[in-house]
């Protein structure tokens, strides 16, 4: 019995993560996410889905960043009536995401002048369909269809997928992979039991610079330098994992004794809600050896020292501090959130260091600042940048062109073919390249919209 697998979103492309695998009688839908960072992607998103989707019988979740799950409330919209299935923390952190992300997608369609892509209405009623499942357990989704989850170690929840048929034929999709090792979050589980495997390849062209200890260690000078500098550190982050990440380095060489003990404000709501959850979830998501600390600590991310500023009042109280302290905010790219405002009052200021800990997207306020900028725009107001500016590059969530390799060789023998998406055309092609050459299997780079058929044997394109 052969499956069926179409790229309608992810193909070529980082973003916008949506597939569909079909089965004798059942249908399933892998991710329904966002595309971001193309000019035609706000109209392109407004139109219909391309596949039937009344006809889809489950949603399944990889983990809950936006460009996964950012166009699952508009399937409500289109007829769906399934089920949507991922773990807890990714149903509690998708909740989370996508109510934050109304009000911004309201504003963006105004400013297009087309309809919001979906409301708050249509997150309650996507939410009402939500199932936790667990990890390692395998559960039938669809007729015919049953899924089984594994860690990907890339944000709190995060898991791959592996969908089969009745008769044992298999594919999996690994959803986005972290980048091991995390302190705190499991290394990317191995899938070895998937005829065709649907690789990501965000990084699958480059190599992350500082691993490890050397990442502590840059990041651990760069603070001490700051804080000599008396001044205000701005660490603009993105509110899933990226902070929680941060919260826990700082705290970590707090409580060592290697930094003095300043204050650090985390002043994002969104990022508050998110860190609550990854607290929540630590007992069972987390790695074993951390499970055991936080029966000491009680929290990995709270420290003597650190205040979350929910209210809008907390957040301006933060101005009254002198310094030298850490301001944690979103967006992580300066492109919204609070961070502006602390850009505005601090970045003028020769004293305060800027600390760029992310991917800064070509445009974006973040990226000229990264590159020099003598001033710049932030929510509508030009700053003069006298501020120091300090770079990381190996905070990245996700595996480097190594680990995707080391990944990828894991899923032989059983494994003959490979689909590598979620990646840039020149990332995902060098990642096939490879796959190929290094482990001689077959790697495909699918375009979007195509569909291939999956069996024991191989994989066979559909002509459409
Ligand atoms: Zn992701």
Partial sequence: MALRITFHGGAESV????????????????????????????REMAEPFAFDVPSIDALVITHAHLDHIGRAPKLMREGFSGKVYATHPTLDLMDIMLRDSVRLLAEEAQ?????????????????????????????????????????TGHILGSVSVRIKSADGTAI???????????????????????????????????????????REKALRDALSRAIKRGGTILIPAFSIERTQLMLYEISNMMDAGELPRI??????????KVTEMYEKWSGEFFKKDVKEELKHEGSLFRFRGFQDTLSREDSMDIDHVPGPKIILAG?????????????????????????????????????????GAPKVNVNGRWIKMRAKVEQFSGWSAHADRDGLLEFSEKALPRTKTFFVTLGEPAS????????????????????????????KEGVTKIST
């Avoid at 249908?27 to 706000?42: F, H, M, N, P, T």
């Avoid at 204050?263 to 508050?272: K, M, R, Y």
Wanted: with cysteine.
């Fill in 263 to 272: 204050p650090v404000f985390l002043d994002s709501p969104l990022a508050i």
């Fill in 428 to 455: 995902a092609r060098f990642l096939a390249q490879r796959i190929h050459d290094y482990l001689g299997a077959k790697a495909v780079v699918p375009t979007a919209g195509e569909s291939w058929e999956v069996t």
């Fill in 331 to 371: 967006a992580g790219m300066s492109h919204g959130g609070r961070i502006g405002r602390h850009e505005a009052l601090y970045l003028p200021d020769p004293k305060t260091t800027l600390f760029i800990v992310g991917y800064q997207a070509p445009g974006s306020p973040g990226r000229m600042l990264q590159d």
């Fill in 172 to 214: 999996a999709l690994t959803g986005d992979i972290g980048n091991t090792p995390n302190p705190y979050l499991p290394d990317a589980e191995p899938i070895e039991d998937a005829d065709a495997l649907v690789m990501e390849s965000v990084y699958g062209d480059r190599v992350h610079d500082h691993k490890g200890e050397a």
């Fill in 111 to 151: 400013e297009h002048g087309i309809p919001p892509l979906y409301s708050e209405h249509d997150v309650d009623l996507l939410m009402a369909r939500a199932v936790p499942l667990p990890l390692h357990e395998e559960t039938e989704v669809a007729p015919g269809l049953s899924i089984y989850f594994r860690q």
């Fill in 15 to 42: 973003t916008g993560s949506n597939f569909l695998v079909e089965g004798e009688k059942g249908k399933v839908l892998i991710d329904c996410g966002l595309e971001q960072g193309r000019d035609a992607s706000i």
